[in-house]
């Protein structure tokens, strides 16, 4: 019998596959239409300390082979989280990670102090595709000091598994992951979205209504999988692979990348049960290559 | 809400560009509420890559099939044409929040262009409820005019309006409307769907007309669900405004609470 279980720092999944942030609300959304107990893990979507209302519409748009998407982080905020989301995903057993983001270290701080002690915690995960708005605006992902000093600050009031989620816009993501490394983060999640533009040509005007948005989907699946592999090359923290995973080859490519877990995001809009298919996936393939623990395929794609 | 896999029992072209396409699914046939959309798989690569919204326009619960009328405007709608009867279709659904009939009789549907699919399951249920219905059905010209009274039963009263006046009263909807209104027609209640200028027109005039409305509306998808918040529309609702779904507390708003 081959074995799905992985481990991420302290985190023990059944399954590699968990949801990304973000493109899966609380959970809720998609109970009836899969068995969330089947997930390795349920990231839920980013919250903030306060309510958030999000970007003017439209906030997405269909690109070649993906989608660009500027939400705007909108979500009910910590209070509400906490009292109406919480208790009903306390009573699933699987891991929850946290999504968490702020305009400052306070804020983030602020979360993840909040946050210690809840039950049914299992993993704080930082978005760091945020703006600084004590730094000019300039996103926390992107600059190697501010992204290590707030590591640091989120660490001194959170002692469970702490996730830091990269984002691909930058020159070199290993400089950014060896910083959250030093800052005390215990895994690396690769990749947010990549900036990108559509423009409305009848309008001459961009599209979207916050003007750029994220990039995710198929097409930034080999970009995302170059990062993992440089990541894997370079840092000994485990890591979360994803961007624009649709399948189970999908999926084994980011693990011989060198991921220890995967995360669908886009996919799910397309098939809502490509986590559960992905999962059946996998299990088939380890059986029929005769491998019985998932680490056996874990950076597999490097010449030792 | 489910997922189910429909199959095409038939598919037609019905004016230029529209297409009525006939799916056999007891269970969304049964279901479906008038306002209430299916998100559609229409291809099975990644290019298009989204699923694709469609109103229901029809439902027969007794031989379990429903009804979608659907205009061919790019890649998406174009793989949907190419369906042929005995094929499988991916449906989630039943989606969003339904109309609801409240007001008082005759309840008046204001349906420009594709916007009269939701107007149709709608028009025909409330005259199975022993209504008075008006349809107001605009298009540009009468090719693009779809033969509405072959989806419906006699007894809705339907007004067609062309823009080049080849079918119908000459004009576009809203004036057609307001020609009825000052011949003493006077409407319960109304429901819009149909392109956002012609939304925004009729919700303008409705300040004077003060009558209840719902609108339709649409908005671009990714999740369809209520999981992405992409689809948000600005409404406002006790003095506060807040964006809502589209897919889930929408496509059906109240005309008075839209941020137009
Ligand atoms: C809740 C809801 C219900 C809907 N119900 C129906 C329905 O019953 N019948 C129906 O025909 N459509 C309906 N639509 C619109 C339908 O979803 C789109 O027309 C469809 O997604 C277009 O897909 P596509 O891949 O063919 O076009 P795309 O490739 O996405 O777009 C191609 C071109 O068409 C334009 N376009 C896109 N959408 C529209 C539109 N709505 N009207 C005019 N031009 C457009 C785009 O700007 C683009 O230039 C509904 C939408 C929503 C949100
Ligand atoms: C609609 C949408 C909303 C997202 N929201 C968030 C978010 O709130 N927080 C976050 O860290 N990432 C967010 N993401 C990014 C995804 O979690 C993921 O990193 C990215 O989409 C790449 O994976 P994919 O190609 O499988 O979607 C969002 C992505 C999409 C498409
Ligand atoms: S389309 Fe995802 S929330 Fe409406």
């Known amino acids: 019998m081959s074995s799905l279980k992985t481990r991420i720092a302290k985190l023990e999944l059944e399954t590699p596959l968990l949801t990304a942030s973000g493109t899966f609300g609380f959970g809720d959304e998609y109970a009836s239409l899969m068995n969330l107990e089947g997930l390795g893990g349920l990231v839920v979507k980013t919250i903030t300390l306060l309510p958030r209302s999000g970007n003017p519409p439209p906030r997405l748009v269909e690109t070649p082979a993906g989608m660009l998407n500027a939400i705007g982080l909108q979500n009910p905020g910590l209070q509400h989280f906490l009292e109406k989301e919480l208790p009903l995903l306390q009573n699933l057993h699987i891991p929850l990670i946290l999504s968490i983001a702020g305009e400052t270290e306070e804020e983030y701080a602020a979360l993840a102090e909040a946050l210690e002690g809840c039950t049914g915690i299992a993993a704080l995960e930082l978005n760091l595709s945020c703006p600084n708005v004590k730094k000019g605006g300039i996103l926390f992902g992107t600059d190697i000091v501010l992204l290590g000093s707030l590591v640091e600050k989120v660490r001194a009031h959170w002692t469970g598994t702490l996730i830091a989620k990269l984002t691909p816009n930058v020159t070199d993501v290993v400089h950014l992951a060896h910083a959250a490394a030093r800052g005390g983060a215990d895994v690396i999640a690769a990749i947010n979205t990549i900036r990108g533009m559509v423009i409305d040509i009848t309008k001459r005007r961009p599209l979207l209504g916050n003007r750029f948005g994220g990039l995710s989907g198929p097409a930034v699946r080999p970009v995302a999988v170059k990062i993992v592999y440089d990541l894997y090359e370079a840092i000994k923290l485990p890591i979360i692979g994803m961007g624009g995973i649709m399948n189970t080859n999908d999926a084994l490519q980011f693990i011989m990348a060198g991921a220890s877990a995967v995360a669908v995001g886009t996919g799910n809009f397309v098939e809502p049960r490509t986590i559960p298919q992905i999962t059946a996936g996998l299990k088939e393939y380890m059986e029929k290559s005769g491998i019985k623990d998932l680490h056996e395929l874990v950076g597999a794609a490097h010449e030792s | ?260």
């Not at chain 2, 896999?5 to 007891?26: D, G, H, K, R």
């Not at chain 2, 798989?41 to 429903?66: D, E, K, M, Q």
């Not at chain 2, 209504?131 to 010209?141: C, E, I, M, Q, T």
């Not at chain 2, 209520?226 to 779904?245: N, P, S, W």
Request: aromatic letters at 8%; glycine letters at 12%.
């Open chain 2, 1 to 260: 809400m489910k997922q189910c896999q429909a199959l095409v029992q038939e598919i037609n072209e019905v004016s230029s560009y529209f297409y009525c396409l006939t799916l056999e699914e007891p269970y969304l046939a049964q279901t479906a509420q008038p306002g209430q959309f299916l998100h559609l798989r229409v291809g099975n690569g990644i290019a298009p890559l989204l699923r694709r919204p469609f109103s229901v326009a029809g439902t027969s619960p007794a031989t379990g099939t429903i009804r979608l009328l659907f205009r061919r405007v790019g890649a998406g709608t174009e793989l949907l044409s190419c369906l042929r009867k005995g094929d499988w279709l991916d449906c989630l659904g039943p989606l969003g929040t339904p109309f609801s009939a409240v007001g008082k009789d005759p309840a008046v549907l204001l349906a420009g262009g594709a916007g009269v699919a939701p107007l149709l399951f709608l028009g025909e249920s409330m005259l199975n409820a022993g209504k008075n219905v008006h349809l107001f059905y605009g298009a540009a010209d009468a090719k693009a005019l779809l033969p509405v009274d072959r989806f419906l039963s006699p007894g809705v009263l339907i007004h067609f309006a062309t823009e080049d006046g080849s079918v119908g009263e000459h004009g576009n909807l809203s004036d057609v409307f307001k020609l009825a209104l000052d011949k003493g027609l006077a409407p319960g209640e109304l429901f819009a769907c149909g392109p956002l200028p012609l939304l925004r027109v009729l919700a303008n005039e409705n300040r004077r007309w003060v009558l209840p409305m719902q609108v339709s509306l649409e908005e671009n998808m990714a999740c369809g669900v209520g999981a992405c918040q992409g689809c948000a529309v600005l409404i406002k609702k006790d003095g506060e405004t807040l964006y809502k779904r589209v897919c889930r507390e929408g496509p059906v708003f109240n005309s008075s609470e839209v941020v137009w």
